[in-house]
């Protein structure tokens, strides 16, 4: 006989408690646990035998999982190449940040492609007028998309546990699904994890590809509780800033494809375009010959991107001045500070400084320690880093400059959009017979820094480059 009782759990992290209390021990927050109500089988003992597992040998090989390409190139680098049958995405970002128009475009791309996959969008938080509206803006409206506003994960189960489900299936948004049988209310962690655990659970069934739009907190994580992300296959963060056109979507876990890998949108008025060459427009506004600039060669996943990080050192009437980053880590600035006063001899104590990453991409290799650090030096000496110069490379805290990965395939990408000269570490091993695609200034300690573009600098010819060939 089952047995109803009732568990509290907190709404931000899911950890449950057996009875109320003002504040959650394990994250912190206050007045964020609720009671809810479960049912526990009465008795211990397994209702039934389970039946014998068996085992596979570790070596072996399995073929390929067939995907199907979406045509949207930029969601198809992201997923490692396009969805995979009976695989769940998750896709979480900012209100307004375009998540719906990027699900919506791919459903439509999917319904008007050469095979024709039947797809279907069921939206929890619009009619089925305001995404036909949506749809006719984007210019999609022709495609054959099966539209339906519910709620009810029971109403969406019945109706997708057949033998021809559509190929595709967007639930806008998991935050507002609900299942009767819980009684706390649509959002909260029990529901959020148990609605997801049902459709997951139909999609693997019956084979099709189950993607869900997550809402984000104010810290920029999913809502709802932890264990979500691990129970859907690959999660995708919807990147961008409202003030800039771009747009960045980031894949964070895929269990089909490569972490870390990212495709570049432009927001426009007839909905989000494909940026195929993310390096050119990042760069497409800069200035040359202007001091706190500096072009940074990164690598994005598998893509190398080019982007300009700009620095701003004033002089501060406060006490404390002030330290602002935005597409940075604050913390890694503060790093390359104190190093450079200590390292270098170069006071910036009484200044504010400002740093930021044009174009609203956000990097957090610690390759750009080293353009971070020329930017910095830049500004405050006033003189400009050259403006045909690329800067990459990670730096210790006793001021020396490390080696990063893929060096070459920054170097190439730079000569591509037109650079010159790279101002790099130096190199622990080069191919055999390998050429730089263009010429190299390779520094060993932040000092060097210093000597180019810091106060009374040498000429840059005046250090040792490495020349093509």
């Given amino acids: 006989m089952a047995k109803n009782r009732s568990t509290f759990v907190c709404q931000a992290c899911g950890s449950a408690y057996p009875r109320w209390a003002g504040r959650c021990e394990a994250c912190g927050e206050w007045n964020s646990i609720v009671e809810e109500a479960t049912v526990q089988e009465a008795g211990s003992k397994l209702s039934r035998r389970g039946k014998r597992i068996e085992f596979a040998p570790l070596e072996g090989s399995e073929p390929e999982p067939p995907r199907r390409p979406t045509e949207v190139g930029e969601l198809d680098r992201v997923t490692g190449g396009g969805l995979v049958r009976g695989s769940a995405l998750l896709v979480g970002g900012d209100p307004g940040i375009g998540k719906s128009t990027l699900l919506l475009q791919a459903v439509a791309s999917l319904a008007s492609g050469p095979k024709g996959a039947p797809c279907a969008y069921i939206s929890g938080e619009e009619a089925i007028e305001q995404v036909r509206l949506r749809a006719r803006r984007l210019g999609v409206s022709g495609a054959k998309v099966e539209l339906a506003a519910a709620t009810s994960v029971a109403d969406i189960v019945a109706t997708l546990d057949r033998l021809d489900p559509p190929a595709v299936v967007v639930i806008d948004s998991i935050q507002t699904m609900a299942l009767d049988t819980l ?228 170097l190439k990408e730079a000569a591509k959009l037109g650079f010159a000269r790279a101002l790099v570490p130096p190199s622990r091993r080069r191919r055999e017979g390998a050429a730089a695609p263009l010429r190299t200034v390779e520094i060993a300690h932040l000092q060097d820094i210093v000597d180019i573009v810091g106060p009374g600098a040498r000429s840059v010819s005046a250090r040792r480059e490495r020349l093509p060939g």
């Fill in 183 to 410: 009684d706390s209310a649509p959002g909260t962690v029990a529901q959020v994890r148990a609605s997801a655990q049902e459709l997951i659970r139909v999609a693997k069934r019956r084979g099709f590809v189950l993607m869900l739009v997550g809402h984000v907190t104010k810290e920029g994580v999913i809502a709802g509780p932890r264990v979500l992300e691990h129970m859907v296959d690959a999660v995708l963060y919807f990147e961008g800033d409202r003030g800039h056109q771009f747009r960045i979507l980031r894949a964070v876990k895929n269990r089909f494809g490569p972490t870390d890998e990212i495709g570049v949108f432009e927001m426009t008025d007839r909905g989000l375009m494909e940026v195929p060459n993310p390096s050119e427009l990042f760069l497409a506004e800069r200035r040359g010959n202007v001091s706190g600039t500096a072009v940074f060669a990164g690598i994005e996943g598998t893509r190398p991107v080019l982007v300009e990080v700009q620095a701003l050192v004033s002089a501060s009437p406060l006490a404390t001045p002030r330290r602002a980053v935005v597409g940075w880590d604050s913390g890694r600035l503060a790093m390359v500070l104190a190093v450079l006063e200590a390292r270098c001899g170069l006071a910036f104590a009484g200044n504010e400084v400002y740093l930021n990453i044009a174009g609203g991409l956000r990097i957090s290799e610690p390759a750009a320690d080293l353009a971070v650090a020329a930017a910095l030096v830049s500004s405050l000496s006033g003189r400009p880093v050259p403006e045909d110069m690329v800067v990459f490379g990670e730096i210790g805290l006793s001021g020396e400059v490390r080696s990063v990965s893929q060096a070459d395939l920054r």
